[in-house]
């Protein structure tokens, strides 16, 4: 998933070098595609808060209990959460710079784009 966000982000960013593009059809797929990723950044929120979790009890059983068998099922747990908080980030970050390719697309076609104020 990594390698396709970031393929994406890239073709993206192509596109907008570009003026001679019909946006309006290229926006469409972009809202698409950050449909897409916006889920699969919910599904790893979901499993990564579970993992966390799961390593808090964990680790509070090992307090309670003191058997080393719960510690080592707490280490194991705390290294596959890494992963997931790594990859979190990159899907999360992804999809917030998606919104800013959105606008910019927006832009391209004369569409009017959402602007933060201060």
Do not use: W
């Not at 800013?100 to 959402?114: I, S």
């Amino acid at each position: 998933m990594a390698k396709r966000i970031k393929q994406y982000i890239a073709y993206i960013d192509s596109l907008l070098q570009r003026d001679n593009l019909n946006f309006k059809e290229e926006i469409e797929k972009h809202l698409k595609q950050m449909e897409f990723f916006m889920h699969e950044r919910l599904i790893h929120l979901i499993v990564m808060c579970l993992f966390a979790i799961a390593t808090v009890i964990t680790c509070l059983v090992f307090v309670v209990s003191e058997q080393i068998t719960v510690l080592l099922l707490a280490i194991a747990l705390m290294v596959l959460l890494v992963p997931y908080i790594k990859h979190y980030y990159l899907l999360e970050n992804s999809v917030q710079y998606m919104y800013k390719q959105y606008d910019k697309m927006l832009e391209k076609a004369g569409m009017e784009a959402f602007k933060v104020s201060d």
